[in-house]
């Protein structure tokens, strides 16, 4: 059975056609196009498609499409700038040579989106906090923590 979905992308009214069973990764991977938002695990455990909903950070693959009407989703390819300027915490990872292979990119970069929005000068206890639902089989987080760290000192600035 398929329903009509309206929610806001990126800043963008979307209505879009689901099927019952879909989560909300399958929604903007597979409905939308979307696809800087990946599957790592599909049931919770990895962070890799952590997107924010109503500024929040969720796993898209535990939240059904159903859920998703009147919600607000910003997910990775909505940070960028004009002319697709990389958002501080993406520069800043970028910088601080914080990714490796990127798969798990996207969802630290919205955990990190998160928590900045809340708290815009995080100790590195609370941004360790933050990405812990984050998993990286790359980088062993030292430099990840040292990206989000400096991306906040650069929204700060701003």
Same mark, same amino acid.
């Given at each position: 059975?398929?329903?009509?979905? !309206? %929610? *806001? +992308?990126?800043?963008?009214?979307?209505? #879009?056609? =689901?099927?019952?069973?879909?989560? /909300?990764?399958?929604?903007?991977?597979?409905?939308?196009?979307?696809?800087?938002?990946?599957?790592?695990?599909?049931?919770?455990?990895?962070? !890799? %498609? *952590? +997107?924010?909903?109503?500024?929040?950070? #969720?796993? =898209?693959?535990?939240?059904?499409? /159903?859920?998703?009407?009147?919600?607000?989703?910003?997910?990775?390819?909505?940070?960028?700038?004009?002319?697709?300027?990389?958002?501080?915490?993406?520069?800043?990872?970028?910088?601080?040579?914080?990714?490796?292979?990127?798969?798990?990119?996207?969802?630290?970069?919205?955990?990190?989106?998160?928590?900045?929005?809340?708290?815009?000068?995080?100790?590195?206890?609370?941004?360790?906090?933050?990405?812990?639902?984050?998993?990286?089989r790359c980088t062993?987080?030292?430099?990840?923590?040292?990206?989000?760290?400096?991306?906040?000192?650069?929204?700060?600035?701003?």
């Amino acid at each position: 059975m398929k329903t009509l979905i !309206t %929610c *806001t +992308v990126n800043g963008e009214e979307r209505e #879009v056609l =689901a099927d019952t069973r879909d989560t /909300l990764l399958d929604l903007l991977r597979d409905r939308i196009g979307l696809t800087g938002t990946k599957e790592g695990c599909g049931n919770g455990n990895c962070g !890799t %498609c *952590t +997107v924010l909903v109503d500024g929040a950070p #969720v796993n =898209a693959c535990l939240v059904l499409a /159903l859920e998703a009407p009147g919600c607000d989703i910003l997910t990775i390819e909505g940070l960028a700038g004009e002319g697709g300027r990389l958002h501080p915490i993406q520069q800043a990872l970028v910088d601080c040579n914080g990714t490796q292979c990127g798969f798990c990119t996207p969802g630290i970069v919205m955990s990190a989106k998160a928590l900045l929005d809340e708290n815009p000068s995080p100790s590195e206890a609370e941004i360790r906090h933050a990405v812990a639902g984050n998993l990286c089989r790359c980088t062993g987080y030292g430099k990840i923590v040292e990206a989000i760290s400096a991306a906040a000192a650069t929204i700060r600035a701003h």
